[in-house]
């Protein structure tokens, strides 16, 4: 099928238009404008370095409700060893750059490509992206980043290099912004690793109605040390 591209005008089409494998559009740029509209919208960029921009909205859509976070017994006994301490917005360049760097199966190159680290490191500027870091010993070890916009967290990517280290950070994150009273975690596309921890896929038209609702309070625009560790 031919593929919308964008120009300089900031709208997307409709979310309908997207092929079976979720592609939406092409082209346009990362300008915090355009990313916020994405993301209001059910739509995220996706792409390698030689490829034009890649809007995404497929469907079914991947997400975990905050308040179905699977925790397990193994999992449990991490908390209690208490491993690895947890921190939010320490070190977003770090993480985004291990996210970047870290090899993952079937994958021959990153998609979190300098353009995307650049957009998205305005976007924390800004105050809606968002970083949580998983230390052990002073050292770095796992973490997570991405966009929140009301009562929506969007995850857009997670590292580890010690295991059980991205699980405690996303685990901690979910159950903080479940006491904020965060209504979906969006996970964007299957992987086994958060299936175990509870995502579970939704049609997209039930995906648009959470992120309506959710996108009815307003943002929680600044550092998360400030706000999450109340």
Known sequence: MPYHFLGEELVFPALENADEHGILALGGDLSPERLLL???SGIFP??????PIIWWSP???????????KV???MKQVFRKEQ?????DQNFEEVIYHCGKIKRRGQYDTWITNEMKQAYHHLHQL???HSVEVWENEQLVGGLYGVSLGRCFFG???FSYVSNASKTGFITVVQHLLQK??????CQVHTKHLESLGAEHIARTQFVKNIKAALQYPSLVGSWQDWLSD
Do not use: C, N, Q
């Open 72 to 74: 397990s017994k193994s």
């Open 127 to 129: 105050g809606y992206a």
């Open 38 to 40: 994405a993301y209001h």
């Open 46 to 51: 996706w792409y390698s370095a030689d490829e």
């Open 181 to 186: 009273e965060f209504m979906l975690i969006d």
């Open 84 to 88: 690895f301490k947890v921190t939010f």
């Open 59 to 69: 469907d079914p859509r991947f997400v975990l409700y905050p308040e179905k976070i």
């Open 156 to 158: 857009e990517s997670m």
